[in-house]
């Protein structure tokens, strides 16, 4: 589905990633795990082609990343953010309706299907008339995402995804990636704190530590590797 061959990328003279090549296979949920200020969320944003590597190559489906237009890209590849750009007078079917602008010169009445199905299926549809404004913390979170997948997607990227989320949000949220990934087949990439969640959640985990992304398994020496403690096994 991704594949990243010798990725670079620097901030000025601030090296994030050196030479980084790994794989996101398709239909999987692939997890990116570590510590902070280690490049995680430039991973991301250089996977949602938000920024662009300053050598290497990152290819979709084979097809390099910037040989697609803007909309052909958005219509395979959909990025939540830890914070979201929309405007709290918006209304939650405004905000969701966002996300099918990469749609909008062929827009008819299929595609406000397409926003009624993904109210629906995040159980959304009572709040549909709901300023933003007006929501709580976990039910923002799920507009976001509904936004997301109403790009109608291949691949959904999300970045820690449930900051500022009680536990019971965190699991509902969780429960609800998962379903996801095996009722559509919908690859999912997301940046993580909790290692125990991405060992339950995840089919793949990424490494990332001193401009290196590698992919392994969550063993305690794995995980000294990556943030130079050592974790009971988890």
């Not at 794989?23 to 280690?38: C, D, L, M, R």
């Not at 799920?142 to 997301?148: E, G, I, M, Y």
């Not at 392994?216 to 096994?233: D, S």
Request: glycine share 6%; aromatic share 6%.
């Amino acid at each position: 589905m991704i594949a990243a061959d010798k990725v670079t990328f620097s901030y000025k003279k601030r090296p994030v990633l050196n030479e980084a090549s790994f794989e996101i296979p398709e239909g999987q949920i692939t997890a990116i795990v570590g510590e902070n200020g280690s490049g995680k969320s430039t991973l991301l944003k250089l996977l949602a082609r938000q920024l662009k590597p300053q050598s290497g190559q990152l290819l979709l489906d084979g097809k390099d990343y910037q040989a697609f237009s803007p909309k052909d890209f958005a219509q395979k590849v959909a990025l939540m953010e830890q914070e979201s750009q929309l405007y709290g007078d918006l209304t939650v079917e405004e905000a969701v309706a966002a996300g099918r602008l990469p749609y909008y010169s062929i827009f008819n009445n299929q595609l406000d299907q397409t926003v009624e199905q993904v109210l629906d299926k995040l159980g959304l549809t009572d709040l549909r008339e709901r300023p933003m404004s007006a929501l709580s913390g976990g039910q923002k979170q799920r507009v976001w995402l509904a936004c997301a997948l109403a790009q109608e997607p291949q691949v959904l990227l999300l970045d820690e995804p449930t900051n500022n989320m009680d536990l019971r949000f965190q699991e509902e949220f969780f429960t609800l990636v998962k379903k996801l990934n095996q009722e559509q087949c919908l690859t999912i990439c997301l940046v993580i704190h909790d290692l125990r969640l991405a060992q339950r959640l995840a089919d793949q985990v990424l490494l990332v530590r001193g401009g290196q992304v590698r992919t392994g398994e969550l063993t305690p020496e794995t995980i000294e590797a990556v943030f130079g403690v050592r974790f009971p096994r988890i």
